[in-house]
């Protein structure tokens, strides 16, 4: 399949904001910007456009790509990433809470820190089982003992 310059333009703009939200939401070592996270999570939807056979949504496409690529960057740069600031950009929430509660979903383990985080993005569980592989049930099942376990972390604070 030929690439197609325009429709992955389009593409990319349709779904600009949900990818940066992603590159924002995981911990970059002190190597990475969330700019540049997001450069790179391009450039590996670029390279995967043209085998993109629609089975999913592209939006659950997109989702998939940048949370492997992200979880793929996190692992090359530390196997403990620090939190890198994104210094022009502020923080949608200054809550104290919300920043406790985002720093007890980053340090949940994989697959559960993608269900949730997908989850909080509005995707579905049958797209959340396509973005990682596991059933439906198996996402359902995740998600709930992860829930309950953010609780009682959130809750002992």
């Known amino acids: 399949m030929e690439v197609d310059e325009r429709t992955f333009k389009e593409l990319i703009h349709r779904h600009r904001d949900m990818i940066w939200s992603i590159c924002k939401s995981f ?24 085998s993109f056979d629609r089975r999913s949504s592209e939006r659950t496409w997109i989702y998939r790509v940048a949370t492997n690529t992200m979880i793929s960057l996190t692992r090359k740069a530390s196997n403990k990433p620090t939190v890198q600031p994104d210094s022009n950009q502020e923080p949608s929430y200054n809550d104290e809470d919300y920043r406790d509660l985002v720093e007890l979903i980053n340090a949940t383990t994989e697959p559960d820190r993608t269900i949730i985080k997908a989850r909080l993005q509005g995707f579905s569980y049958a797209e959340i089982a396509n973005i990682t592989g596991l059933t439906i049930g198996a996402v359902s099942m995740r998600l709930s003992r992860a829930l309950r376990k953010l609780r009682k972390q959130y809750n002992q604070k």
Not at 27 to 50: N, Q
């Open 27 to 50: 911990r970059l070592s002190a190597a990475w910007t969330t700019e540049d996270a997001f450069h790179e999570v391009l450039c590996d939807l670029w390279r995967g456009f043209a």
